[in-house]
């Protein structure tokens, strides 16, 4: 059994910075790509930014791209997610997501591809 756990998230005001951590644990468990995804009251999961360990490659959504950074270490299966220049919109609850098996780079920002997810953690930026 693979175990996916969130951590750092809370209140920030708008402008301001913070970093998710998540760690994926499992007697045999060695991920392929993990991700951070988020989804908003009323709204869709969505992708936000993923690192595929083997191409040592990321990707970021678009609204994402220059404010935060994804980093982490295959070994560990740990992942993290520095966020900074935050703003109200940015306000979810973040997933953290693991995939075992290779997948295309179309499937990256996919929900549907990922194999492990963690219970999630709240983001609240204020204005």
């Known amino acids: 059994q693979v175990r996916v756990v969130e951590s750092g998230g809370g209140l920030v005001q708008a402008g301001g910075s913070l970093r998710l951590s998540c760690a994926a644990s499992?007697?045999?468990?060695?991920?392929?790509?993990m991700a951070w995804f988020r989804q908003a009251p009323g709204k869709e999961r969505e992708f936000v930014a993923a690192?595929?360990?083997?191409?040592?490659?990321?990707r970021y959504a678009e609204f994402v791209k220059g404010r935060f950074a994804i980093s982490g270490d295959d070994a560990e299966n740990t992942l993290y997610l520095q966020m900074n220049s935050l703003k109200p919109e940015d306000t979810a609850v973040y997933y953290c997501?693991?995939?075992?098996?290779?997948?295309?780079?179309?499937?990256?920002?996919?929900?549907?591809?990922?194999?492990?997810w963690g219970q999630g953690i709240q983001v609240t930026v204020s204005s």
């Open positions: 690192i595929t360990w083997m191409l040592a490659s990321t």
């Open positions: 997501a693991a995939r075992d098996d290779y997948f295309s780079s179309s499937d990256v920002p996919e929900p549907e591809r990922y194999d492990y």
């Open positions: 499992g007697r045999t468990f060695s991920s392929f790509a």
